[in-house]
């Protein structure tokens, strides 16, 4: 059963960078069929897709964000990260990590979710 | 980005009723399109993918339709269990983009 549980500080201050790992069992990274992904939520909203990253290191990020997310993947301990520089109040979210699965060569679904993990940026 | 926009914000349902939700994409996705679960405190929960495919596992009360711009999901004979918050999502193209969500409350 696969299962994805992330990790890393509950609390970051405004300007520093915010860094979380999500660890995956039940499958392996290495494989390569699948992409690997972070989700956010900010309180009482919706969900903003974050970036997956791949197996191999190559990675694709939401424009909205790019320029502040760096997407990483450790196979040897079968886990992928997340870090999100020069946060604001506004990255305050529940931030989810997540597996994309094909159910076509060139489309992956989110299959399944991490719990969450709630980030609060304030000094 | 493509624009999912979900209707209505707000249903009011009992248990027994049959409830349908509407997704429109503001450009086509063709069948690229998945159906969210969530409940306060917990990761969303995939039903459908591929609009109309059942994840597994996931009882059979539950079903979705639609392609391009317009998509629904159907819940019949609602369960206690069902009330909760529906998103649809769209994977045509990155970045993948969200509905705001319907929230599914007991009338």
């Known amino acids: 059963q696969v299962q994805l549980q992330e990790s890393g500080p509950g609390l970051v201050k405004p300007s520093q960078t915010l860094s979380l790992t999500c660890t995956v069992s039940g499958v392996f990274i290495s494989g390569g069929d699948y992409y690997w992904s972070w989700i956010r939520q900010a309180p009482g909203k919706g969900l903003e897709w974050i970036g997956y990253?791949?197996?191999?290191?190559?990675?694709f990020s939401s424009p909205s964000l790019s320029s502040r997310v760096a997407l990483g993947v450790d196979t040897s301990k079968n886990q992928f990260s997340l870090r999100l520089s020069s946060v604001t109040a506004a990255d305050t979210a529940v931030y989810y990590c997540?597996?994309?699965?094909?159910?076509?060569?060139?489309?992956?679904?989110?299959?399944?979710w991490g719990r969450g993990i709630l980030v609060t940026v304030s000094s | 980005d493509i624009q999912m926009t979900q209707s209505p914000s707000t249903l009011h349902a009992s248990v027994g009723d049959s409830v349908t939700i509407t997704c429109r994409a503001s450009?086509?996705?063709?069948?690229?399109l998945a159906w969210y679960q969530q409940k306060p405190g917990n990761a969303p929960k995939q039903l459908i993918y591929?609009?109309?495919n059942l994840h597994s596992g996931v009882p059979s009360r539950f079903s979705g339709s639609g392609s391009g711009t317009e998509f629904t999901l159907t819940i019949s004979s609602l369960q206690p269990d069902d009330f909760a918050t529906y998103y649809c999502?769209?994977?045509?193209?990155?970045?993948?983009?969200f509905g705001q969500g319907t929230k599914l409350e007991i009338k």
């Open positions: 997540a597996r994309e699965a094909p159910d076509d060569s060139r489309y992956f679904n989110i299959d399944y």
């Open positions: 999502q769209q994977y045509k193209d990155y970045p993948v983009t």
């Open positions: 990253t791949y197996y191999s290191g190559s990675s």
């Open positions: 591929k609009a109309s």
């Open positions: 450009r086509s996705v063709s069948v690229w």
